[in-house]
């Protein structure tokens, strides 16, 4: 740790690199609670849906793209800090080659802006995928030295290089924390990202696999990014993870309460073989991307546990929402907010 005075970021303007995602959004909403001007990237998505007008038109909108490096230099302009959300998440083969373009390409370009316009701290969301695991499972912390195992998917790959650009930024004089969040649980667009769980359920979805994963709630992890924003802290990186439940366990829980039926059908590691390539067979005939992957049927099926306790020692008074209460309060909103099957 460092108590340099230039490593606080208590007020000021932020810029947000994936705004308009699911965790840059509610990131985006506890800055403008903690009273920060805020700009945000936006190419030609949306604005979020879950997230109030009344916070969105706070925020100042640019045209950009982290992969057009002069754009992104624009949007620094005046800016004090910066929280890089931005990252492509897919499992999907053909998505593969702008994945990495997106992730490792697109951070290096944040990290090297960052540098010239001296920007006084910037916080880059990895996730737990970038971290080292064994092929038996085990338990997962920040000092887990990378291996590229069978259980490495493209897009764990994608976030580690990543990483290593932002090292790389911070040997060179930024000043930079990492956070790396297991599952993001939360209130968003059940059509995408982890809020997916939650529509499958709530469809009925039969299968259930008896892997074992980490879960944080998108508030804490928004929290989070922007209490180690406002620290003297920097040059670390953060497991961000509440709970380790199965996914039998996550899904039944979601279940009781949205009062669905329980998934009842194991989906063993020979049936989600065979589900994948069904899946993969389809998509050929059908056009439309496979909803089972081979790398997401691994994720799904292995037993790896994350400890989350290191920023509850390095930021006093921040804890974490039990995984219970979570899942109850995400499907209250989903009930209030039933979105298109």
Known sequence: MSTADSYFVNEGKVLVTGGTGFLGAYIIKELLDKNHQVRAI??????????????????????????????????????????????????????????????????????????????????????????????????????????????????????????????????????????????ILGYGDWNTTSCALFKSVYNEFPWYTNGINGFVDVEDTAKAAVLLLHSEITRERFVLSSDNWSFHQLFNKIAEEFEKKHPSREATPFLGNLAWRWEKIKSVFTGTPALLTKENVKVAQSKTYFDGSKITRYLPGFTFTPLNQTIEQVCRAYLQHIQPI
């Open 42 to 183: 936006k190419r030609n998505s949306p604005l979020p849906f879950f997230i109030p007008e009344t916070v969105l038109n706070k925020v100042e909108w640019v045209t950009g793209d982290i992969l057009d490096a002069v754009s992104l230099e624009e949007a620094m302009d005046g800016v004090d800090a910066v929280i890089h959300a931005a990252a492509k998440v897919s499992f999907i083969a053909r998505e593969r080659r702008q994945m990495y373009k997106t992730n490792i390409e697109g951070t290096a370009n944040v990290v090297n802006a960052s540098l010239e316009k001296k920007i006084k701290k910037l916080v880059h969301v990895s996730s737990v995928a970038a971290l080292g695991r064994r092929q038996d499972g085990g338990t997962v912390d920040e000092g887990k030295p990378w291996e590229e195992v069978s259980l490495s998917t493209h897009y764990a790959i994608t976030k580690y290089r990543a990483e290593m650009e932002v090292w790389r930024a911070i040997a060179e004089g930024l000043n930079a924390v990492i956070i790396n969040p297991s599952t």
